[in-house]
Structures are given as structure tokens and as C-alpha cells.
């Protein structure tokens, strides 16, 4: 149970970060100033006693699991405490794309004659009070947001450059969890009064489209169309049945599938489409931007094989949702049904995600890449996941990209081992060439066993196996794809893929491949 909640650091952040967000704090300042009315040795340490004392006192409640997760995370020298320093910096997580946009955009905006930096008092004499969110909605006084947003940046020099001004709005940020993305837009567009002079970059439009594209296939039910499903919603807005609309019924079809956006970034979506610049867009045009995605399917050792790729051709030339011809994995997964996919297949064994790749690979006996619905979910019973029909229907409306019922496993095994970083890549290549000397590109059992060091495996280490119990746990996790029976690089990499989607830390990988490779 231990390794289940040590893999949860992320969602425990972001459950904090909801927390300070839902008793109004904004940025680190208050927390810090009362982390340090906590440390009274002044030392920038406390105890776990004082750690769980403080959470309480800020009003963030954890379970004991969760508490002792954070705290095994950030007491990283195992002297029973805790940073409060690198604890808050855990929190401050780096801007998402769209408010690293909105933040430039702000100080572009302020930086009225392009010198590159703005005082600290220019700052609060623009800084509209009256237009924060919790001013609007009565839930604070403009006198008390003002005062907080004096005490953030008095941390800072006082002529700030745009690091500066993007470190002040990620101190923020750190108290704004990632579903209030709206709430952290109306802060940045209220009290700078931006208004028109947002500017996004390339990747956020695309996070718009991408966004667009999941929420009108989560609206869109049964056999009906994605396509079909919009260009009805927008049919319904053109009341002069003229083909074409403007920019509020625009904005009014689209939030028929929940794109509560601002209007700044629907009016980005917009303007592509209108070419004329006429304040209207040809509906039609927009709806044809859609496209087919790739399939794939899994080979014995968990390899993905492109099958097709389908082209929905159009006299538009546009990039709308151009990233769903590459890959599913582009869109918004249903996060919560993910997690719980890979809390349970983690809990039952180590090798929970390889186990589970192998039962899927299986299961297609004609390898043609897709599972059924009723094929798909006895594999997650067998891995120990028992979804809700609610869940399962979640996950097969995200991976059934043609619309006929079936899964697109291979892209879900993917998503389940997750992306492999450039250096977790690296070891595993310097891993490899410990077994294969002689660069012949595959390797044999004994070759394994050659180069494996049994007595660093962690359960050997612990006292729970004798070397040869992991020796043979090693031998046992091969599908070889070669018919000689040799594993080749491509297997060994799938089989780090696995272990790694169950090892947060980039450095307890390290050490785990480190010990039992010599590499």
C-alpha cells in the first residue's frame, strides 16, 4: 500500500493546492509566514508533529497516508523532517501554457514603453482591486486583496524584469489548482484590465482544440457523429439558416458542449475560420476540420504497430484538431477512471502495468489492435480493476476511435506506462549494453542472468526474496518477440516502460536499474 500512495505525490499537491484555493489564500506568502511561525528553532525544518499541526492550523486536511507520503517525499536526507522551503517549492509548480500566455500578456500590457521591467509601485497603482474574482463575487474586501497582493510582492525587487513578474504569478498560481483555470483568467484579465490584448501562443490555441474536441465527443452519445453533433448545435444558432454565424452564437453553440471559456479564447478560434474578416464564419468549414485518428495495435511483447491512418480531406486548409490524426494521447483522458486503473494494477503487483500489457496483448488473438468492450473489461478484472459501468463507458467512448465499440488498446497501454524522460532513455540504453557487449541488438536468457545483479533487487535487499526468487521474477516478465527465444532492446525498454509507470522519482529509478545493471 505504501508504493500506491509514494506514486500519488502529484494528486496529493494538487489536493492542497485545491484546499488553499477553497480558504481563499493567495500564493505561498500566508502559508509561509505561518510555516515559520511553526518552526520555532527557526531552523527551516519541522517535525512531523509540527508539519501535520501546521496543515491543520492552514486549514489543509490530509489522510495519515497521504501526510506520510509528503513527508517521505520532501524529508529527503531520512532525519525525520521536514523543509518547509522545498516543500513550498513542491507546490509551485511551473505555469501551464495558457497562464504562461496570460501572465506575458499582462506585462506586455504594463510595459507600457518596452523597457523590460516595471516598479513595484507602478504595480499597485494599476492593480485594480475592484475587478478580483473574490471582490466580485463578495468574498473579500478590495482593501484585503490589495494587502495580499502587496505582501506577494513584497518578496520581490523592486523594479521587476518578466521572470520576476512570472515568478509573482506562479507564487499565485500555486494556491490555484489546475481545474480553476478559469478563476486564475478572470484574476489576470480583471484587475490588469486586459481585455483585448491577450496573445497565445501556438501550444495553447491547441490546448483549446484539443479541449473542444474531447468535450464534444464526451457530449456526443451512441453511433452519432462528433462532426454531425456540432454542426448541429451551431444549425441551431443560425436563425436566418444563412450557413454562417457570428461571434456570440459561436461562442453560445460551443457552450452547449461546455466550453465555458473566456472570450478571448474563443476568439482565437474564431478569427481562423473567419478569412474575410467579416465577423462571421462559415460553420461548415469549421465543423470539416475534424480528423480520423491513427490506430495501432500491440504485438506479444508490447510493441505498437501503426495499422492506418485515415484522412478526413477538406477544401479547408486548416490545423484545427490537426493533432488527433497523430494520437489519441493528445486529448483530455478521463483522469479519475486513469488513476483509479493505476492505483489498482500497482497495489496487486509491482509488475501490475506489465501484467496487465501482457493479459491485453493476449486477448487479441486475431492482432488486429482493438478489443471489445466485454474483452476489454474482463482484462482490467483480471489485472484487479473492477470499473463502474459509468467508468468503463468513459474510457471506451475516449480509446473507441472509430465509433464502433471497441478499444484502441495500444494506445491505452501507452498511456498507462506513460512518457519515458530523456534520462530514465539514457540508463536504460547504458543498461542494455551491460547485457548486449557485443551490439548484436538482441540477448539471450543467459545473457540476462550474466549481467543482472539478483542481490540488488529491493526485495532482495529487504529480506522478502533469496536472489534466485528475483532472478526468476526477471526471467518470468518475457514475451520474447524473437523465435529464438532472444529478447531484443526494443523488449527490454517495454519492460522499463512498465517498471518505471509505478516509480515517480527519477532518482529511485536510477538506483533500482543503477544496482541491478552496474551501469
Known sequence: MADVWRNNVEVIKEKLRAQAHATQKEGMAQIEWVFQQFDRDHNGLLSRREFEELLAYCGLYLRTQEISALFRHFNTNGDGTLSYQEFLEGL?????????????????????????????????????????????????REDDVRREFSNCLSRFPELLAESDFIELYTDISASVPSHQEKYFEELLLGVWDLKDTVRFSDQTVSDIELLLAEKIRQRTHGAEDEAKSL???????????????????????????????????????????????????????????????????????????????????????????????A???????????????????????????????????????????????????????????????????????????????????????????????QARFDLIQRAWSQIDREGTGHASADDLLNAYDATKHPKVLAGDWRPEQACDDLLSQWSPSREDGHITYEDFENFYRDVGASIARDDEFEVLVRNCWHC
Not at 339 to 364: F, N, W, Y
Request: net charge positive.
Open 92 to 140: 509551485r509548480a511551473p505555469l501551464s501554457g495558457k497562464r504562461l500566455d496570460l501572465v506575458r500578456s499582462a506585462f506586455q500590457h504594463l510595459d507600457v514603453d518596452g523597457q523590460g521591467h516595471i516598479s513595484s509601485n507602478y504595480l499597485m497603482s494599476r492593480f485594480n482591486a475592484a475587478k478580483h474574482p473574490r471582490v466580485v463575487t463578495r468574498v473579500k
Open 231 to 325: 454542426l448541429k448545435s451551431f444549425k441551431f444558432f443560425d436563425l436566418n439558416n444563412r450557413g454562417s454565424i457570428g461571434f456570440k452564437p459561436f461562442c453560445q453553440a460551443l457552450a452547449k458542449f461546455g466550453m465555458a471559456h473566456h472570450e478571448a479564447e474563443l476568439r482565437v478560434l474564431f478569427d481562423q475560420f473567419d478569412f474575410d474578416h467579416s465577423g462571421l464564419v462559415v460553420y461548415e468549414d469549421f465543423v470539416n476540420a475534424f480528423r480520423a485518428p491513427v490506430s495501432y495495435r500491440l504485438d506479444r511483447s508490447g510493441m505498437r504497430h501503426t495499422i492506418s491512418t485515415s484522412r478526413f480531406t477538406s477544401s479547408v486548409t486548416n490545423h484545427i484538431f490537426a493533432p488527433l490524426t
Open 327 to 421: 494520437s489519441v494521447s493528445t486529448r483530455t483522458p478521463p483522469r479519475s477512471v486513469f488513476e483509479k486503473i493505476k492505483l489498482h494494477v500497482l497495489k496487486r503487483t509491482s509488475h501490475g502495468v506489465r501484467h496487465l500489457s501482457h493479459l491485453i496483448a493476449q486477448a487479441d488473438r486475431d492482432q488486429h489492435g482493438f478489443l471489445t468492450r466485454r474483452e476489454f473489461s474482463w482484462c482490467l478484472k483480471q489485472a484487479g480493476v473492477d470499473l463502474a459501468p459509468a467508468e468503463l463507458d468513459l474510457l471506451v467512448k475516449y480509446y473507441d476511435i472509430k465509433g464502433q465499440d471497441r478499444i484502441d488498446y495500444g494506445q491505452f497501454v501507452l498511456d498507462v506506462r506513460g512518457d519515458l524522460n
